[in-house]
């Protein structure tokens, strides 16, 4: 089984309900099994700032799903929940959003997926929940740990505590 880490965000409607509910539908079919969650955190819209604040948190998981089936795994559970990508600016709002972080400490380069995912270095809404979960795994492109990555961010945008998942 790999072991994965997901990033899970919502800044629309029921935030903390879309999120809930993406976990529970990764379980579906027990092809991910969500082994621990990093605490929820309101955060600041990265890139597209002009939107409302989202929810975010990290699962880690254990998986039989390969990474391009994890992706559509993924992909599917963000359309059920109502994820609408067509005519919505590149990270814009959105309902629910499951991004894959990590897949055991894999590189990966395919057209439609890239491991580590190539902007989790810059996030500050991604590495805050890392740190709680593997604060000292080596990113596997950089070698750095999460927590120096989190340490070098130039501008890091505000990241809150808000509460648990509650899964």
Same mark, same amino acid.
């Not at 082994?35 to 699962?59: D, I, M």
């Not at 990270?91 to 055991?104: E, S």
């Not at 997926?113 to 805050?128: C, D, N, Q, S, Y």
């Given at each position: 089984?790999?072991?994965?880490?997901?990033?899970?965000?919502?800044?629309?409607?029921?935030?903390?309900?879309?999120?809930?509910?993406?976990?529970?539908?990764?379980?579906?079919?027990?092809? $991910?099994?969500?082994?621990?969650?990093?605490?929820?955190?309101?955060?600041? =819209?990265? *890139?597209?700032?002009? %939107?409302?604040?989202?929810?975010?948190?990290?699962?880690?998981?254990?998986?039989?799903?390969? =990474? $391009?089936?994890?992706?559509?795994?993924?992909?599917?559970? !963000?359309?059920?929940?109502?994820? $609408?990508?067509?005519?919505? =600016?590149?990270?814009?709002?959105?309902?629910?959003?499951?991004?894959?972080?990590?897949?055991?400490?894999?590189?990966?380069?395919? =057209?439609?997926?890239?491991?580590?995912?190539?902007?989790?270095?810059?996030?500050?809404?991604?590495?805050?929940?890392?740190?709680?979960?593997?604060?000292?795994?080596?990113?596997?492109?950089?070698?750095?740990?999460?927590? !120096?990555?989190?340490?070098?961010?130039? %501008?890091? !945008?505000?990241?809150?505590?808000?509460?648990?998942? *509650? $899964?």
């Amino acid at each position: 089984m790999a072991v994965v880490y997901l990033s899970l965000g919502s800044n629309i409607g029921d935030r903390v309900g879309y999120i809930q509910q993406a976990v529970k539908l990764l379980q579906v079919g027990g092809n $991910v099994n969500p082994v621990r969650f990093s605490t929820l955190y309101e955060t600041e =819209p990265w *890139g597209n700032k002009h %939107q409302e604040w989202f929810l975010n948190a990290v699962v880690e998981a254990k998986t039989i799903l390969s =990474p $391009v089936e994890l992706l559509h795994h993924c992909q599917d559970i !963000e359309q059920k929940l109502g994820r $609408v990508r067509e005519g919505v =600016p590149h990270w814009g709002q959105r309902t629910v959003d499951i991004d894959i972080l990590l897949y055991n400490n894999d590189i990966i380069d395919l =057209p439609e997926l890239t491991i580590p995912h190539k902007h989790m270095h810059k996030r500050a809404f991604v590495l805050v929940p890392l740190l709680e979960l593997i604060p000292l795994f080596k990113h596997p492109v950089t070698g750095k740990t999460m927590s !120096e990555l989190h340490d070098e961010l130039a %501008q890091p !945008e505000d990241v809150f505590l808000y509460g648990t998942i *509650g $899964v």
